[in-house]
């Protein structure tokens, strides 16, 4: 009877709602950003993708599992979801630190980032970002699994998802080298990026058209940008 309370609760159905708001939004936008014409527009086009797979994957499952307060799924699901959810994440992160180094090599060498940055090598990019994010996600598929707990009283049971590692350090170890590999060393990155961006873009202010040529020479067409449309891909063409 509890259980059947809180899933008509007011926050349980506020909580469906929100979720539900989210998905629509999110799977609308996300799959209008997947169609990608130019090479540097494809790693946006990859970040689109990392949402879509939280949106139609991860957030469905969390949903049931948060109203629920168990995992209904199965042990495959329970191995399947936080690794999907990890990877979607990773490569989200790489991806980012991918546009930047696009970013900065089109204001940096606007000739060179032009040829630099073909359809082939941004592909080969981005097999290397989902690579990659697999690669250090993998543990999951084999540390998650379900566990059937006896409720107090006796005549019931609830069966979660958890994850187990055959000893604590090797948990720790592993979190610290996600750390290391997802935030600390991509966060470094970008600012060191994003300043040395910044920096050229501020020696270049008194040439006039700077900002046009590096981003013209860098999409191979004839644009106007100002500093702010070089990060957003807002330009007029």
Request: hydrophobic content about 50%; proline content about 4%.
């Amino acid at each position: 009877a509890g259980l059947s309370g809180r899933r008509g609760s007011p926050g349980t159905v506020l909580l469906a709602l929100m979720y539900v708001a989210s998905f629509i939004t999110g799977l609308a936008g996300n799959v209008t950003a997947l169609s990608a014409s130019s090479a540097t527009r494809r790693l946006l086009a990859n970040l689109a993708a990392c949402d879509t797979l939280v949106v139609c994957v991860c957030m469905p499952a969390n949903l049931v599992h948060h109203v629920h307060r168990a995992w209904p799924f199965g042990e495959p699901l329970c191995r399947a979801v936080p690794f999907v959810q990890a990877v979607s994440v990773a490569a989200s992160v790489l991806s980012l630190a991918a546009l930047g180094l696009s970013r900065y090599c089109g204001v940096h060498s606007p000739l060179r980032a032009r040829h630099a940055f073909t359809g082939a090598r941004v592909g080969a990019v981005i097999v290397a970002v989902w690579a990659v994010s697999s690669g250090l996600c993998l543990p999951l598929l084999f540390t998650n699994e379900t566990r059937t707990l006896e409720l107090p009283d006796g005549a019931r049971s609830v069966t979660l998802c958890v994850e187990r590692w055959s000893e604590v350090r090797l948990r720790q170890g592993y979190n610290f080298l996600l750390f290391c590999a997802l935030y600390a060393f991509p966060v470094l990155f970008n600012l060191v990026i994003c300043s040395l961006t910044v920096r050229k873009l501020w020696g270049a202010k008194g040439e006039p058209g700077a900002f046009g040529f590096a981003r013209s020479a860098f999409r191979g067409d004839s644009v106007s940008c100002s500093a702010t449309d070089l990060f957003t891909s807002n330009c007029s063409e």
